[in-house]
Each structure stands twice: as structure tokens, then as C-alpha cells.
């Protein structure tokens, strides 16, 4: 059984560039959340997505953004990249009435 | 908001020996969750505890909640080298809200065990 898997494992973007995150929940779950972990810090809560909607957000701008699909995948968008989103970026997924939450092995964005 | 302080930040121990990583909440803990995460890596969930006075363990790490004192303590016995790592925990605020882990994180315990 596969856990949760996320592309791509590293990415070095210019500032003001947009990039692309993905993740595939683990069988069986149906829920998705986006954290950023930057260095040194625990990871922040981003967004939730539950039934191909945003359920929930934390505190971050507009320029993050992202979409589920059908089959539970999800993407995290961020644009007009500055050097602070420089991160690890994290996807966990859960059950729809809670649970553990499994997290996957991350993204590692550099913003140059 | 919430908020979570770990102590200590960082831990350097003899292989062998017991330590115990603190989380502390500024409000009521609900839904409290042990990770542990390799430098640069993905978190491995180790333990969720969710009633205050529950304990949890697994192989030689236990797990408890003090709900009075909106704490909860992370106990490592006779450590190994496999133990090193980032030790975080992580709280939900709304589990009883029907906002289903938006967790709240500490900024971790880094620790390194020498053989």
C-alpha cells in the first residue's frame, strides 16, 4: 500500500515565477492538507481539501491556491513566487471525519 | 490562536540513556499528535492522544496528556541512534469544531544521540 507520494522532490524557481506542487494521498483517504515547513520551524498549515473544494485556511495569501481532483490527488499553486516561500512544502492526508494524518516525504522549493 | 512551546529545542544524549521532550499548549489541548521527522524529510506519525490522562506507547517511546496543565510529554527509554530526529508535536484545535486536523505545530525537539 502506498502512503502518501508527492512531486516533485526538489524545485528551484526564480522570484516572481509560478510553481506547480502535486501529491497523491494514501489509499483509502480522501482528504488532503498543504503545510510549509520553513527551516528551523514546525510546519504551518496551509489549506484543506475535502470533496474537491477548500474546507479550510490558514494564513496565507492569495497567491497560494489549489485544486483536488476526482480521484483525491491535489496540487498547491503559488505565483508571483518571492523568496520567503523558499520551504519545505508538505501533504498529508486523512479520512474525511479526522483521524491521523499521514504526511508525505515533501517538496523542497528553493526561490532564488 | 493556539500555540505550542517544546522544550528543550535541542537534546544531546549518551545511547542508552531516558529523556523525556515536553509540549506545552497555551490553551486546552485537543487531538495531540506526536511526529517525528529526519532532517529535510517527510513526518512519520508516531501517536495521537486525545483524553487527558491518556498514555500511549510504542516499542520504547510512551506518550502522555496532562489536560490540567495542557501538556503533554514525549518519553524515549534506553535511546538508540535511530532515535535521533526531529521530534514534533503537533495539536488540533477544532477536532470538536468539525475542522478536522488543521494542526498547529511546535517548532520541534532536535535530537542527536552519540553512541
Known amino acids: 500500500d502506498a502512503g502518501v507520494t508527492q512531486s516533485p522532490t526538489h524545485l528551484i524557481k526564480t522570484r516572481g515565477q509560478q510553481v506547480t506542487l502535486r501529491c497523491s494521498p494514501k489509499?483509502?483517504?480522501?482528504?488532503v492538507s498543504w503545510y510549509q515547513q520553513a527551516l528551523g520551524q514546525g510546519p504551518q498549515f496551509i489549506f484543506q481539501y475535502y470533496e474537491e473544494e477548500e474546507r479550510q485556511r490558514g494564513n496565507f495569501p492569495d497567491r497560494f491556491s489549489g485544486h483536488q481532483f476526482p480521484n483525491y490527488s491535489s496540487e498547491l499553486n503559488v505565483n508571483a513566487l518571492l523568496l520567503g516561500d523558499s520551504a519545505l512544502y508538505l501533504c498529508a492526508s486523512s479520512s474525511g471525519d479526522g483521524g491521523e494524518q499521514y504526511f508525505g516525504p515533501g517538496t523542497r522549493l528553493t526561490v532564488t | 490562536s493556539q500555540e505550542l512551546e517544546q522544550s528543550p529545542q535541542s537534546l544531546i544524549v549518551q545511547e542508552g540513556k531516558n529523556l523525556t521532550i515536553n509540549c506545552t499548549s497555551s490553551k486546552t489541548l485537543y487531538g495531540l499528535y506526536w511526529y517525528k521527522q529526519k532532517y529535510g524529510e517527510g513526518l512519520i506519525f508516531l501517536m495521537m492522544?486525545?483524553?487527558?490522562?491518556e498514555e500511549k506507547s510504542h516499542k520504547k517511546i510512551t506518550a502522555k496528556l496532562d489536560e490540567k496543565k495542557q501538556q503533554s510529554s514525549l518519553h524515549i527509554t534506553a535511546s538508540q541512534p535511530s532515535h535521533a530526529g526531529i521530534y514534533l508535536c503537533g495539536a488540533d484545535p477544532y477536532l470538536f469544531s468539525g475542522g478536522y486536523n488543521k494542526l498547529i505545530f511546535g517548532a520541534g525537539t532536535r535530537l542527536a544521540v552519540h553512541p
Open positions: 492522544l486525545q483524553k487527558g490522562g
Open positions: 489509499s483509502g483517504h480522501d482528504t
